[in-house]
C-alpha cells in the first residue's frame, strides 16, 4: 500500500455544523501533515504530526482541531467553521532514510461551507 | 521566516520547447529540494527530488540545484501539452525539531500544440 487516503473526498458543510476529515497511511510513515489549499494558491501548511504528536502548528484557528489516534490515522475536526474555509484539505506523510525524503500526498477533501 | 520563491507566471511555450521554471529559497541550511506537479482539482504529484549540487535528470525532466545561490530549476525538454499544469517548488524546512514542506506559490505552465 503506497497510498494517502482522504475521506471524504467532497464536503458541504454549514456554519453551524461538526465534522471530520479523515487520512490514512499503511506505509509505516511516522510523519503526518494537515495542508489547507485555496484556489490558485499553493498548499499551506496547518499542522504536523510526529510520532503521534503534535509538533507544529502554524498558529490556525481553534475551529479546526487536528487528532491523531495512532501511527496510521490523521483526523481534522471542524467546528463553526467560516465560508472563507472553503478549500481543499490535504493530507500528507512522509518518510526519512538518510538524506532521502519521501513525501506522499493524498487526493484531498474538497470542503464547501455554506 | 522560511519562504520559498517562484517566477508567478504564467509560462507558454510551443510544443517540443524547453520550458525552465526557477525558485529561490530563504533558509541557507535546507538539504531537500522538490519539484511538484499539480493539475486543476488534484493533489500535487511528485516529479522530482534533489538533494545535491548539480543537476540530476528523469526522462524529460532535469532539476538544477546551487545551495550557494539558494537555487533550484527545473527544465522539461521536448514539452508536450499534457506537461500543462501548474508546477510547484517545495523545500524541507526544520522547525523545532519537526520537518515540514513549504511551497512556493507555483509556475502555470502552458504548452501550446
Known amino acids: 500500500d503506497t497510498e494517502v487516503t482522504q475521506t471524504p473526498k467532497h464536503l458541504v458543510m454549514g456554519m453551524t455544523n461538526k465534522k471530520s476529515l479523515k487520512c490514512e497511511q499503511h506505509m ?16 499551506e501548511l496547518m499542522f504536523v504530526y510526529s510520532y503521534e504528536k503534535l509538533s507544529i502548528n502554524e498558529s490556525v484557528p481553534s475551529r479546526f482541531s487536528p487528532e491523531c489516534p495512532n501511527s496510521s490515522l490523521l483526523n481534522l475536526h471542524l467546528h463553526a467553521l467560516q465560508p472563507e474555509d472553503s478549500a481543499l484539505y ?3 506523510s512522509s518518510f526519512r532514510t538518510g538524506t532521502n525524503y519521501g513525501y ?11 | 521566516q522560511k ?8 509560462l ?11 525558485c ?4 541557507r541550511v535546507s538539504q531537500s529540494f522538490f519539484w511538484y506537479r499539480q493539475y486543476s482539482g488534484k493533489s500535487p504529484e511528485l516529479i522530482m527530488s534533489i538533494y545535491s549540487n548539480g543537476d540530476k535528470e528523469d526522462g524529460r525532466f532535469t532539476a538544477q540545484l546551487n545551495k550557494a545561490s539558494q537555487y533550484v530549476s527545473l527544465l522539461i525538454r521536448d514539452s508536450q501539452p499534457s506537461d500543462s499544469a501548474t508546477y510547484l ?15 512556493g506559490k507555483g509556475t502555470k505552465l502552458t504548452v501550446n500544440p
Open chain 2, 12 to 22: 507558454s511555450v510551443p510544443e517540443g520547447a524547453i520550458a525552465s521554471l526557477n
Open chain 1, 90 to 92: 490535504l493530507c500528507a
Open chain 2, 24 to 27: 529561490t529559497y530563504s533558509d
Open chain 2, 89 to 103: 517548488c517545495a523545500v524541507l524546512f526544520t522547525q523545532g525539531g519537526s520537518e515540514k514542506l513549504v511551497f
Open chain 1, 104 to 114: 506522499t500526498f493524498g487526493s484531498g477533501t474538497r470542503l464547501t461551507v455554506v
Open chain 1, 28 to 43: 509505516g510513515h511516522r510523519a503526518m501533515y494537515w495542508y489547507k489549499q485555496k484556489a490558485k494558491k499553493p498548499p
Open chain 2, 3 to 10: 519562504e520559498v520563491e517562484q517566477n508567478s507566471g504564467p
